[in-house]
């Protein structure tokens, strides 16, 4: 398994400017992933960040929106730019410490206030 | 598009009953499935995975059912605790991709009255 940690766990943000989610696993971790869980929704996955490598992105999300970093095989950040109130939402990580498709474990998630 | 669909918002059961959380699909390219559980404000937490060569596994309480003539996977908790009250997802994946990325269910809520 892997330990995940996620800073911040909150903020609430202006429209118009920008927040940094910093994400930490315990262990290497081959992939890393970013979700969005808006109210009352499912998880809806944004892109996977592999290091070395340009993030990939889910239909519906565009890197000059959400870019992302994975400079190391323990970390990576996720930037939600040029904040609106329908950015409004839970932000979670994860990662998957064996290979691709194998389970993935999830941070406990940043809660983003838009105002 | 909902390729996973969890069609139960809701479920609620008596402590000591057995919970049974529902989920269907409709990509038959997914060949691992995975069941999280989410507390509020915490992330979700894995509890238990199958594979598509395989119909059962279980581990302690938590069994999960494969179906895949009917693209249907099941989750039953036995007995039910006050504390596995939570929001359940269950998950697909294909574990052949490049990403394994997942794709949830909308969640059913389990209440476990005392």
């Known amino acids: 398994s892997a330990v995940i940690s996620q800073k911040p766990s909150r903020d609430i943000c202006q429209r118009g400017t920008s927040l940094t989610i910093q994400c930490q696993v315990d262990?290497?971790?081959?992939?890393m992933f970013w979700y969005r869980q808006q109210p009352g929704q499912s998880l809806t996955l944004i892109a996977t960040?592999?290091?070395?490598?340009?993030?990939?992105?889910e239909s519906g999300f565009v890197i000059d929106k959400f870019p992302i970093s994975r400079p190391n095989l323990t970390f990576s950040t996720l930037t939600v730019s040029n904040l609106s109130p329908e950015d409004s939402s839970i932000y979670l990580c994860?990662?998957?410490?064996?290979?691709?498709?194998?389970?993935?474990?999830f941070g406990p998630g940043t809660r983003l206030l838009v105002l | 598009d909902q390729q996973v669909k969890q069609n139960s918002p809701s479920l609620s059961v008596q402590e000591g009953r057995i919970s049974i959380l529902n989920c269907d699909y409709t990509?038959?390219?997914?060949?691992?499935f995975l069941w999280y559980k989410k507390y509020p404000a915490e992330g979700p937490t894995f509890l238990i995975s199958?594979?598509?060569?395989?119909d059962k596994n279980e581990d302690g309480r938590f069994t999960v059912f494969l179906n895949k003539s009917a693209k249907h996977l099941s989750l039953h908790i036995v007995p039910s605790q006050p504390g596995d009250s939570a929001v359940y997802f269950c998950a697909a994946s294909i574990k052949g991709t490049s990403y394994g990325k997942l794709t949830f269910g909308q969640g059913t809520i389990l209440t476990v009255h005392p």
């Open positions: 990509n038959s390219m997914f060949d691992y």
């Open positions: 199958i594979s598509s060569i395989k």
């Open positions: 262990s290497q971790v081959t992939m």
């Open positions: 994860s990662g998957t410490p064996g290979g691709a498709g194998e389970t993935q474990y």
């Open positions: 960040a592999n290091q070395g490598s340009e993030a990939t992105y």
